[in-house]
């Protein structure tokens, strides 16, 4: 019989969530992070096995679509904060390089029809 993978006592989720329209009305990718919830700067590997917050011992992990295909957050289905899962200069570091790419989209050159072959 195949158990497949279960961690006792934790509920394991991911969630996904996009960041697309926060990055774009907000400057910095550290006021997008405060935006989001992120708490603090310490990174936890593994997930915590209570919310330094609210005491909860439920986490879900939450992936920022874009930015990295791995869950970069800890998410307390408690009260809502988020916790690193990696740097958060790393983290920040990627969304400013989304935020670049956002804002150069217009100078991009279309590839003339013609030229394709
Ligand atoms: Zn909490």
Do not use: Y
Request: glycine share 8%; hydrophobic share 35%.
């Amino acid at each position: 019989m195949v158990k497949g993978q279960e961690i006792i006592g934790l509920r394991m989720t991911t969630r996904a969530a996009t960041i697309f329209a926060i990055i774009e009305s907000l400057s910095t990718a550290k006021e997008v992070l405060d935006s989001l919830g992120v708490c603090g700067n310490k990174v936890f590997k593994k997930q915590p096995e209570h919310c330094p917050i609210c005491d909860a011992s439920h986490m879900a992990t939450l992936e920022l679509i874009g930015v990295s295909s791995k869950p970069l957050f800890w998410e307390c289905e408690g009260c809502g904060s988020l916790w690193c899962r990696e740097k958060r200069s790393w983290i920040e570091g990627r969304i400013e390089e989304l935020h670049g790419i956002w804002t150069n989209a217009e100078d991009w050159e279309q590839p003339h029809k013609d030229d394709m072959n």
